[in-house]
Nanobody, 126 residues
Framework: QVQLVESGGGLVQAGDSLRLSCAAS????????MGWFRQAPGKEREFVAA????????KYVDSVKGRFTLFRDNAGNTMYLQMNSLKPEDTAVYYC???????????????????WGQGTQVTVSS
């Protein structure tokens, strides 16, 4: 069992930056591929980014490439999502998630992730 807690959301203006954190407890954090997803009102939850257990590989949805950076601190059991040049369309509840990913495929479907946090709201005003 892994418990995940997100933090760092808030209300910002377009062009601003935010750093989201995902703190993990329970089973060994470093064994899991970690991901960020987001869900805007009236829309399905969508993949944003994922990182392998070692931090050596990452994957991003096209809409955030070049603006968001995902990294992790296994010693501190924490994953971070640095979000720069935020846009109003980035407004959503952001969730972190964890999965065993032995082949390091960095899965994107929500169903592939076993553990989820409660979410943190990010609102970007124009």
């Amino acid at each position: 069992q892994v418990q995940l807690v997100e933090s760092g959301g808030g209300l910002v203006q377009a062009g601003d930056s935010l750093r989201l954190s995902c703190a993990a407890s329970g089973r060994t954090f470093s064994r899991y591929t970690m991901g960020w997803f987001r869900q805007a009102p009236g829309k399905e939850r969508e993949f944003v980014a994922a990182i392998t257990w070692s931090g050596g590989r990452t994957k991003y949805v096209d809409s955030v490439k070049g603006r968001f950076t995902l990294f992790r601190d296994n010693a501190g059991n924490t994953m971070y999502l640095q979000m720069n040049s935020l846009k109003p369309e980035d407004t959503a509840v952001y969730y972190c998630a964890a999965t065993i990913d032995n082949l390091r495929l960095l899965p994107t479907p929500t169903r592939m992730y076993d553990y989820w946090g409660q979410g943190t709201q990010v609102t970007v005003s124009s």
